[in-house]
């Protein structure tokens, strides 16, 4: 009885060990992460206040995260692009930043310039190759241009070859000229009949009618 007593005893005091190692553990990574977390805050903050400095001394710690991301997976390039950080920019791009990485709402770095951002930002993207057309949000950026009425944005996603995508939003069909009619934005428009980016007439009436029966890629290829 006193050996299976000894055993039992043994047994339970490497139970306990093993469970206040998990316990230990479990904390060390819950207060890692936190510390992790505020880093992070920290860093994007830094990115939207243009301490460059900070960005800079991150990158040349961890050359391989220049494109972490927050809880709404947005990146440091997002976050600079959405509020025109300039330099941010540059120094990310420069630091082979992703340009076609999408957070959360499918959007990507040039969404946010298009959005929100400067006809500058917008175009330290395109000259870093950000395609004009690639983005998993059905919102291209020249939809989101000519919604907002930016003449100069709009100007420059044609010059880098922007094609007029149709855009499907609960199913309703929209081209960028569309929107910006229906926004009355009368200088985008002209901009895009000149660059011969709008549909004619006809082609409206045949698009509204692909689109009242659904037929999406017959509208396409009107475009």
Same mark, same amino acid.
């Given at each position: 009885?006193?050996? %299976?007593?000894?055993?039992?005893? &043994?047994?339970?005091?490497?139970?306990?060990?093993?469970?206040?190692?998990?316990?230990?553990?479990?904390?060390?990574?819950?207060?890692?992460?936190?510390?992790? &977390?505020?880093?992070?805050?920290?860093?994007?903050?830094?990115?939207?206040?243009?301490? %460059?400095?900070?960005?800079?001394?991150?990158?040349?710690?961890?050359?391989?995260?220049?494109?972490?991301?927050?809880?709404?997976?947005?990146?440091?390039?997002?976050?600079?692009?959405?509020?025109?950080?300039?330099?941010?920019?540059?120094?990310?791009?420069?630091?082979?930043?992703?340009?076609?990485?999408?957070?959360?709402?499918?959007?990507?770095?040039?969404?946010?310039?298009?959005?929100?951002?400067?006809?500058?930002?917008? &175009?330290?993207?395109?000259?870093?190759?950000?395609?004009?057309?690639?983005?998993?949000?059905?919102?291209?950026?020249?939809?989101?241009?000519?919604?907002?009425?930016?003449?100069?944005?709009?100007?420059?996603?044609?010059?880098?070859?922007?094609?007029?995508?149709?855009?499907? %939003?609960?199913?309703?069909?929209?081209?960028?000229?569309?929107?910006?009619?229906?926004?009355?934005?009368?200088?985008?428009?002209?901009?895009?009949?000149?660059?011969?980016?709008?549909?004619?007439?006809?082609?409206?009436?045949?698009?509204?009618?692909?689109?009242?029966?659904?037929?999406?890629?017959?509208?396409?290829?009107?475009?």
């Amino acid at each position: 009885m006193k050996w %299976i007593n000894i055993s039992f005893q &043994r047994l339970l005091c490497e139970n306990l060990l093993s469970l206040f190692n998990f316990v230990r553990n479990l904390f060390q990574f819950s207060f890692n992460l936190s510390i992790g &977390r505020l880093m992070f805050d920290h860093l994007f903050v830094a990115v939207k206040e243009g301490r %460059i400095h900070e960005v800079q001394a991150f990158l040349d710690a961890n050359a391989n995260d220049v494109d972490i991301q927050n809880n709404s997976r947005k990146t440091m390039l997002m976050h600079a692009c959405e509020n025109s950080c300039l330099d941010a920019m540059s120094l990310l791009i420069d630091a082979k930043a992703a340009l076609e990485k999408a957070d959360e709402r499918h959007m990507t770095a040039l969404d946010y310039a298009t959005v929100s951002g400067s006809v500058e930002g917008m &175009r330290l993207l395109l000259e870093a190759k950000a395609n004009p057309n690639s983005s998993p949000n059905p919102v291209t950026p020249l939809y989101f241009a000519a919604k907002t009425g930016s003449v100069e944005k709009v100007k420059l996603l044609l010059e880098y070859k922007a094609s007029i995508q149709l855009v499907v %939003i609960k199913a309703n069909c929209w081209t960028p000229w569309a929107i910006a009619k229906k926004k009355n934005h009368h200088d985008v428009m002209q901009v895009l009949v000149e660059a011969r980016a709008a549909p004619t007439a006809r082609d409206l009436k045949l698009m509204n009618d692909a689109c009242v029966q659904g037929r999406v890629d017959d509208v396409q290829r009107l475009l």
